[in-house]
């Protein structure tokens, strides 16, 4: 089964890593990969910091355009990935070795993919 699994960090508490801790947790973030290679079912995307973000949302007059993520939002999601595991159990295991985790504020957000798009199909 096809797992969305998308990391996530909170800004004001990654601050506070040195760069020197986070050069070493990319270094085992880069192993990772390699690691994991053959339940990664993509190659994945590391985003731009999320400054850079734009949001389009719902407004009464129609779409409205916003710099930044949702105003409210503490933790951004920092990139993806998609995993082909047995069940979630599986993701789960393979997620718990992501190196960051042991950073403040850092998570990983499983989700199961859709897969079936056949009620749309007649």
Known sequence: M???IMFTST???????TADTNTEVYERVYRWF???ADVIADSGAELQPVST???VAHGSGGPVVVDG??????EVI???SVIDVADLDAAIAVVKTW?????PGVAVEIRP???DYDQFEQ
């Open 69 to 74: 993520p949702f105003s409210e939002a503490r």
């Open 99 to 103: 190196p960051p985790l042991e950073l």
């Open 34 to 36: 390699g690691e994991h």
């Open 113 to 115: 993919m859709v897969t």
């Open 78 to 80: 920092g990139g993806f």
């Open 53 to 55: 973000a734009t949001t």
């Open 2 to 4: 096809k797992y969305v």
């Open 11 to 17: 800004p004001d508490l990654a601050a506070d890593v």
